[in-house]
């Protein structure tokens, strides 16, 4: 048990360290409807993968990952098997929004199905029309809030 903490905060520390290298991981001030469009757009795809609507929570991704996909079933498929606590979440806080060379950066502090918690670092990228969309999400352990 102690080994699998270390494990996860060592985890949790290699992709911080990844984010700095790729550029500085800090809080930026963003406005307050930014804050709340990008927290938006994430609860609406969790929203859109709980009606298993794959067209809508597609959607919710950027034309570049909508291209790496292919189609939208192809797509929750893959969330489905590989992002389950984010297709399915026990339970889901948003934690701070930060910025690695420009991009918001929101944590999303989630449980899955067997109540352990898990850390949704999710990569956002303004759109043309000035709109949000989920530009990738990696998933981690999330030691900080395990009991």
Request: net charge positive; with cysteine.
């Amino acid at each position: 048990m102690v080994f699998s903490a270390l494990k996860s905060r060592f985890s949790l520390l290699l992709v911080l360290l990844s984010l700095s290298f790729a550029g500085s991981l800090h809080a930026q001030t963003f406005s307050d409807a930014d804050r709340t469009a990008i927290r938006g757009v994430i609860q609406a795809q969790m929203d859109a993968f709980a009606r298993d609507d794959a067209p809508a929570a597609f959607g919710f991704a950027t034309p570049s990952l909508q291209t790496q996909f292919g189609s939208p079933s192809r797509f929750l498929a893959l969330v489905r098997e590989a992002y389950a606590p984010v297709y399915r979440p026990g339970s889901v806080w948003f934690g701070a929004l930060k910025s690695s060379d420009g991009t918001p950066v929101q944590m999303v502090h989630l449980t899955d199905s067997k109540g352990a918690s898990v850390l949704a670092i999710y990569f956002m990228e303004r759109q043309k029309d000035g709109g949000w969309r989920i530009a990738g999400c990696r998933l981690l352990q999330d030691p900080g809030l395990d009991s």
